[in-house]
């Protein structure tokens, strides 16, 4: 049995949800605030950060980038034609590369002020920095996005998938930040032809379902978010 | 024929280096100045951070969580009793945790702002953002410090090691992040005792020759960085 304490906007929770359906894997979700700071929570992960994957018997294991490893040295290996990283080190150092770029630095650049700034700032006090969304955030973070789209357009045009040949987590981590703020309507799609059909080809795959399933009251998303081929 | 781009007060080279160190790889050191923005250098990382591992006949190994367990798969599977990795992924969860614990969390907090403001402006031109270093965000790095301190002092006394009973690239991490600001002076090790004993332990290691000579010109380090028994 698999416990995921995620937020259903938190890209970093969206990336693991995509990895254990692509390994087949089923998990009950959480959700967690992480803004409300949660004593129980924060003695499962003190850093604070969604999300964590609980397992029978288990200590919590927090962190996409941790939660990705583990999976791939308990179910990925196993699958061979289906394992989320390739087979040699060289090109498993190209998808880390990848994930790094997206869970770290699109995160900070694009995704996390984003989600912040048009959805987690619904639910917080004002103590917790809740508030109106700042456009002066929301317009640096939309600038950067379009430097990103380019570069995920330019690793589409020259691989199959992100990393190479095949699906990786690479793909699966862009493709969970960019859905986060897909559904905000802050992806210029028009601009990318490539990065665009690379995008409706992982957003077509089964593993994708349950994050178009998300909705959030007040704030519906645009009409092509759920559209498989918009 | 190992190539490292670094920084000698870069946090997440010093890692990379100590992990080269206890594995016996000799390699040859390139000073890189990430803030010039240098396009060469950006074509081997366009992320533009430090460290970048370049071997013979390989494409650049970029970002220092990347490069750790390319080695760990490359060198360390084969070291046994030596490697820096414990052996069950329940246990490797944990010492990638504290990994990204130090690498990001304590490097955001702690190190990266103490070591850019007292390090890097100097060597920056009023473009790149150089100039008089920042008190509020000195003093917020060091307020910081201390619960991070307290941490690493719980885990020091639970632990042999920060992740259980033999050295891993936890401990490799911490002791690298903490040696770049303990040459700053800024880290108040008589506040925790056991903190103090467990960075000992891991500073007379002889992969960490290396690191203790280094210096700045203009910017002493303090008498007690260099001694082993301080």
Request: proline letters at 6%.
């Amino acid at each position: 049995m698999i416990t995921l304490l995620h937020h259903a906007f938190c890209p970093h929770s969206r990336y693991i949800r995509l990895a254990l359906g692509e390994y087949g894997l089923e998990c009950e979700l959480m959700e967690e605030r992480v803004w409300e700071r949660d004593e129980e929570f924060l003695a499962l992960n003190p850093a604070g950060t969604t999300p964590v994957m609980m397992l029978d018997g288990e200590p919590p294991i927090p962190g996409a980038d941790v939660i990705a490893e583990y999976l791939d040295e308990t179910h990925g290996l196993e699958r061979t034609s289906r394992r989320l990283m390739p087979a040699t080190a060289t090109e498993r150092a190209e998808v880390r590369r990848l994930v790094s770029w997206f869970n770290d630095k699109f995160y900070n650049e694009v995704s996390g002020p984003l989600v912040t700034e048009r959805v987690y700032k619904r639910f917080m006090s004002a103590e917790q920095g809740g508030g109106a969304p700042s456009t002066d955030v929301m317009r640096a973070a939309r600038a950067n996005l379009r430097y990103h789209l380019a570069y995920i357009g330019w690793l589409a045009r020259t691989r199959n998938f992100l990393a190479g040949d095949r699906l990786t987590y690479a793909d699966l981590a862009a493709a969970a930040h960019l859905s986060a703020i897909d559904y905000l309507g802050d992806v210029p799609w028009n601009e990318d032809e490539a990065a665009k059909a690379w995008y409706v080809r992982i957003k077509s795959r089964p593993s994708f379902r349950p994050l178009l399933n998300e909705w959030l009251a007040g704030l519906p998303a645009p009409a092509h978010y759920i559209d498989l081929d918009f």
